[in-house]
Nanobody, 124 residues
């Protein structure tokens, strides 16, 4: 069992940056692949990025590659999502998720644990 809490969301102008945090508690953090997903208004939850337990494997959604960076600090039980060059269409609730597996997954159904989400709003 693992509990997840996101933070770091907020309002930012287009072109700006934010960093999102996901703090985990419970089992050994490095046992989990971690993922970030977003849900824009009126849309389905969508994959953003995922990272394996020790950070050796990372996947990104094509539209965020080069703008967003996922990383983790296992000593702090925290996964990060750095958001750069933000666009209006990045406006969404961002969720972190945990999956007890070695290989990162890009499908939300593969993840066992979810945080409550943090809102990111990008304005022109």
């Amino acid at each position: 069992q693992v509990q997840l809490v996101e933070s770091g969301g907020g309002s930012v102008q287009a072109g700006g940056s934010l960093i999102l945090f996901c703090a985990a508690s419970g089992r050994t953090f490095s046992d989990y692949t971690m993922g970030w997903f977003l849900q824009a208004p009126g849309k389905e939850r969508d994959f953003v990025a995922a990272i394996s337990g020790f950070g050796s494997t990372i996947y990104y959604k094509k539209s965020v590659k080069g703008r967003f960076t996922i990383s983790r600090d296992n000593a702090k039980n925290t996964v990060y999502l750095q958001l750069n060059s933000l666009k209006n269409e990045d406006t969404a609730i961002y969720y972190c998720a945990a999956d007890l597996t070695r290989i990162p997954k890009v499908t939300q159904g593969e993840y066992d644990y979810w945080g409550p989400g943090t809102q990111v709003t990008v304005s022109s």
